[in-house]
């Protein structure tokens, strides 16, 4: 078994081959790898808002939001040994409506997330090879760097590759 | 208030004894309910790293049912009650006769509302006494429920409490049943913009 690394809430991770990158009990939050096929090198940003404009840049995380966490995930990715931007895929998971609306409100942080992660990735330019997003189910990922495959549980659910 | 940090100890301490008054109440409207004695560990009022939480609960991956509602008047926030699956089944099985569930994701639509009204009730009653306490209506809205990950329902409510800090005020308190061991637990969440009117309401600004 390789080193599992998990990654939490507002995290960005980068591994290489053999590691696996881990998230455990993804809701609104969407997960983006990103992996570089010829130098198995990849990582991860739990991205959990849509959207940094109005923070304050000094306090800001960049981590958390959609449209500074894929800019600093390609920035930790490239400074690895071996990786070239045209090498890069992404594959996004999560965005999910945890609690169904009632009459009193209605959670669409997931799907600003998705949204915003897609427009952000297209912006950089990388191909979205695979997506599993929306619902109302958590997910969890493990997402092997030896060969790419993100494999995803969902509760009561076959685990699946994406 | 949009930054929980700079709450001092007497404000933490204001907020504690909140949630003491808030789920003293919900403990015996539980207690009635159910008809037994309930227990109740001392509330607790932390502000905490959004990414420690699910740790609390046994691990982002932890399966527990969760019912979300959301406090609604002057002082607005967000309440979570989090039942672990044990619990789950016990209270469903005490509730409804004849109940013979034994994995919470299959619940029937009758058993589904049945947990709803659980969460409605504790919910009301904790507010209730909130209210009271802070001289102004706090409802709560409908509840929703689901039965998942820990952590996927927590990244969920928190989310966009984040925004600017790291950290969320929470106050947590559970209840237990010694003998059975039922437990549940609280976490009341006040919307970072209603904090400081709450404060001032409990007279600790």
Not at chain 2, 57 to 75: C, D, N, S
Not at chain 2, 155 to 165: E, I, K, Q, Y
Request: hydrophobic share 45%.
């Amino acid at each position: 078994m390789s080193v599992v690394i998990p990654v939490g809430m507002g995290e960005l991770k980068v591994a290489r081959s053999p590691e696996t990158l881990a998230v455990y009990g993804i809701g609104s939050c969407v997960i983006v790898s990103l992996y570089d096929t010829k130098s198995r090198v990849g990582g991860i940003a739990h991205i959990m808002l849509p959207d940094s404009s109005g923070i304050d840049k000094e306090r800001l995380n960049p981590n958390k939001f959609a449209d500074t966490a894929i800019p600093a995930l390609y920035n930790a990715i490239k400074a690895e040994d071996g990786v070239f931007k045209a090498n890069l895929h992404a594959k996004i998971v999560g965005g999910s409506e945890m609690f169904p609306p009632t009459e009193d409100f209605e959670n669409t942080i997931g799907r600003d997330n998705t949204v915003a992660v897609k427009k952000a990735l297209k912006k950089m330019g990388f191909p979205i090879v695979a997506e599993d997003t929306g619902g109302k189910r958590g997910r969890s990922i493990e997402f092997d760097l030896e060969t790419g495959l993100v494999r995803l549980s969902i509760l009561g659910e076959e685990m699946r590759e994406l | 208030m949009e930054d929980v940090t700079t709450l001092t100890k007497i404000q933490l301490d204001a907020l504690r004894e909140v949630g003491n008054i808030g789920s003293g109440n919900a403990a015996s409207a539980l207690a009635q309910f159910l008809n037994r004695k309930i227990d109740m560990a001392v509330p607790s009022a932390t502000i905490l790293e959004f990414k420690d939480i699910p740790a609390l609960l046994g691990g982002p991956a932890t399966q527990v049912m969760g019912i979300f509602l959301k406090v609604l008047g002057e002082i607005s926030g967000r309440f979570l009650l989090l039942i672990p699956e044990k619990t789950a089944i016990k209270l469903l099985k005490t509730l409804i006769p004849g109940c013979e569930i034994d994995n919470p994701l299959n619940m029937s639509e009758l058993e589904s509302s049945c947990m709803r009204e659980v969460g409605n009730i504790l919910a009301g009653a904790f507010l209730n006494a909130l209210s009271t306490l802070a001289q102004t209506p706090m409802l709560n809205s409908l509840p929703s429920m689901t039965y998942d990950m820990a952590g996927a329902m927590i990244d969920s409510v928190v989310a966009d409490m984040t925004a600017v800090s790291d950290k969320v005020l929470m106050i947590e308190t559970s209840f237990i049943e010694s003998e059975e061991d039922l437990r549940i637990h609280i976490f009341l969440l006040p919307e970072p913009k209603s904090l400081t009117l709450l404060l001032q309401k409990i007279g600790v600004v």
